[in-house]
């Protein structure tokens, strides 16, 4: 049996995270720690609320391979959100420190579209179910 109530405030709570990307456009005014942060919790709470829908529990865990894995194991094609997996160090490690200098920085629009991508799948995924 699907939780639809869950999988609903998980949405509720990633579209905040996406509202906020969005708007953090400008790599000089927020970091790519903060905005790799706010990148791995949309998709965490996507794929949570993706689970949630199925009928599945969902680990308390930032990885979002994890989630991904637990997806597949459903029989969920998610083959295209596979590069949200490098977000995973946003959850925690660069949580708190910075990222390496030399390091190329973050794709915004490519992170937002495919951000954008998860959500409007979660958001069909829960209105076709009744749970939207």
Known sequence: ???PKQARVLLEAAERDVS???GMGDATVFADEV???HVQQ???KLFKAWLAS???TYP???DLAVLLDLLNACGMDVARFDELVDYTRYAVRLRYEAADPGANPLERETAVRRVEALLEEVRQRLTS???G
Request: net charge negative.
């Open 1 to 3: 049996m699907s939780d």
């Open 20 to 22: 906020a990307l969005r």
């Open 35 to 37: 905005f790799g942060f």
């Open 42 to 44: 949309a998709a965490e």
């Open 54 to 56: 199925l009928g599945e």
């Open 60 to 62: 308390l865990s930032h």
């Open 129 to 131: 179910e009744g749970g």
